[in-house]
């Protein structure tokens, strides 16, 4: 190479690293461990690939020892204190249910006592609906009494 060239070269390499000509080795090492723990990282999401971050979902490995034909084992009987906790659930459900068949005992015979008392107050309820015939009947007899009262009056 010529000189000209390694003089551009050793300008390009001043712009990019601190040269300590003339200091001890150890104030280099400690003004290196500086600059490198001064450097900081890229934040996480601009890496591509990040340790942090589970890039694959789990692979489902064979089990070991399992043979092609299915396994034949006992059932593994329930222990006592499960045992007695599925009672207990029992017993609850079967009030629960006990309960809701009184609820619904309760409303039947309450409707029922309700359609009783509005069978009863049938007969003494006014007749809200008027047939044809009584409304036309009313009609006929108005006009007849504005006529007379029309009469009355020439």
Do not use: N
Not at 125 to 134: A, D, F, G, N, Q
């Amino acid at each position: 190479m010529s000189a000209p060239a390694e003089a551009l070269e050793q300008q390009d390499l001043d712009k990019f690293f601190t040269v300590f000509d003339g200091s001890s080795s150890e104030d280099v090492s400690h003004a290196r461990q500086l600059w490198s723990s001064m450097s900081l990282l890229p934040p996480l999401e601009s890496r591509l690939v990040s340790a942090d971050i589970r890039q694959r979902l789990p692979v489902s490995r064979p089990q070991r020892g399992s043979s092609t034909g299915p396994k034949l084992t006992a059932p593994v009987p329930p222990s006592v204190p499960a045992l007695r906790q599925r009672r207990e659930e029992r017993r609850r459900y079967v009030a629960m249910a006990d309960q809701r068949r009184e609820i619904l005992a309760l409303l039947g015979r309450q409707r029922e006592q309700r359609i009783q008392k509005e069978l009863i107050s049938v007969d003494f309820k006014p007749k809200v609906k008027i047939s044809r015939e009584k409304t036309m009947k009313l009609q006929h007899s108005d006009c007849e009494m504005d006529q007379e009262l029309v009469r009355q009056l020439q």
